[in-house]
């Protein structure tokens, strides 16, 4: 298992920008894809963006194609989330997560999935 927690959530106005981090530790960490889903309020939780533990792969959600980049650091063990020109609908609760598949995080994870605690991304009109 991969403990993962999560930094850098807050309050913004829209159009703005944040930068999400998430910390991991555990087991061969640099070797795993690692992700972001989201969930809004009264929604189900959504994929946002995927990494491969090379970074030569990365895969978007439609929605965030454009604003969102994804991006990791092995020798830090963490993966950052930049999202700019944030809009109302981007309110949610971020999650990042880990799996020796990034296939799997891109349909939303499973049972070999590792997830974090969340951070609360509030953006105001």
């Known amino acids: 298992q991969v403990q993962l927690v999560e930094s850098g959530g807050g309050l913004v106005q829209a159009g703005g920008s944040l930068r999400l981090s998430c910390a991991a530790s555990?087991?061969?960490?640099?070797?795993?894809?690692m992700g972001w889903a989201r969930q809004a309020p009264g929604k189900e939780r959504e994929f946002v963006a995927a990494?491969?533990?090379?970074?030569?792969?990365?895969y978007y959600a439609d929605s965030v194609k454009g604003r969102f980049t994804i991006s990791r650091d092995n020798a830090k063990n963490t993966v950052y989330l930049q999202i700019d020109s944030l809009k109302p609908e981007d309110t949610a609760v971020y999650y990042c997560?880990?799996?020796?598949?990034?296939?799997?995080?891109?349909?939303?994870?499973?049972?070999?999935?590792?997830w974090g605690q969340g951070t609360q991304v509030t953006v105001s009109s």
């Open positions: 997560t880990a799996d020796p598949s990034i296939m799997t995080i891109h349909v939303g994870g499973g049972p070999s999935s590792s």
């Open positions: 990494i491969s533990w090379s970074g030569s792969r990365i």
């Open positions: 555990g087991r061969t960490v640099s070797s795993y894809a």
